[in-house]
């Protein structure tokens, strides 16, 4: 029985190793994630960029990615991003400058089908199933449901992400230099 309490006294000094918790888990991949209208790239000036586009439609609850290409269109003076809804469902979206020169190419089109009044041909790969127009951007729908034409409506129709009022500002600032608080680490067991 004396042998036991040694052996055990023993073992359990300090001659131990110890574990280090951070050493032992595994690396994680750090995915970065896309720009969004509060991020300082991404400036709130009321006109419609890639990155404020992108934030508003993942926040309406839709599956949406850039398709990684663009496309030009005769009639049009700036090309079209295309984008992914869904599992079938597409959008090309124009960026324009401001408001007047997307109203200077789109009032001479056909409203529902973005062609040349007159023109039986067209431009699109199929007859768009929405065209929205919202100040300075331009998005054509394509194979796109009921649902997902409602919910990009909405979501473009509700504006582009306006200038930060001065109260908005301010409260933005003094929660950038609020300092966070950090829990002690938990020794390993």
Not at 19 to 30: E, R, T, W
Not at 41 to 66: H, I, M, N, Q, Y
Request: glycine share 6%.
């Amino acid at each position: 029985m004396i042998a036991s309490v040694v052996a055990v006294a023993a073992c359990s000094g300090d001659g131990t190793p110890k574990v280090d918790s951070a050493a032992s888990q595994p690396a994680v991949a750090v995915m970065p994630r896309p720009m969004t209208p509060s991020d300082s790239a991404c400036p709130r000036d009321g006109t419609w960029k890639r990155c404020a586009l992108e934030d508003r439609v993942l926040k309406s609850g839709l599956a949406f990615k850039p398709a990684g290409d663009s496309m030009t269109v005769a009639y049009l003076r700036v090309p079209g991003v295309r984008y992914k809804i869904g599992l079938t469902a597409s959008m090309v979206a124009f960026f324009y400058a401001d408001t007047a020169a997307a109203a200077k190419d789109v009032t001479a089109l056909d409203r529902f089908r973005l062609t040349p009044r007159g023109d039986t041909i067209g431009a699109w790969k199929s007859v768009p199933s929405d065209v929205i127009w919202s100040g300075n951007l331009v998005a054509v729908l394509f194979d796109a449901s009921a649902t997902q034409i409602e919910r990009i409506r909405l979501t473009i129709t509700a504006g582009a992400p306006q200038p930060l009022s001065d109260a908005a500002k301010a409260a933005k600032a003094a929660a950038d230099t609020q300092t966070v608080q950090k829990l002690p680490s938990m020794p390993a067991r």
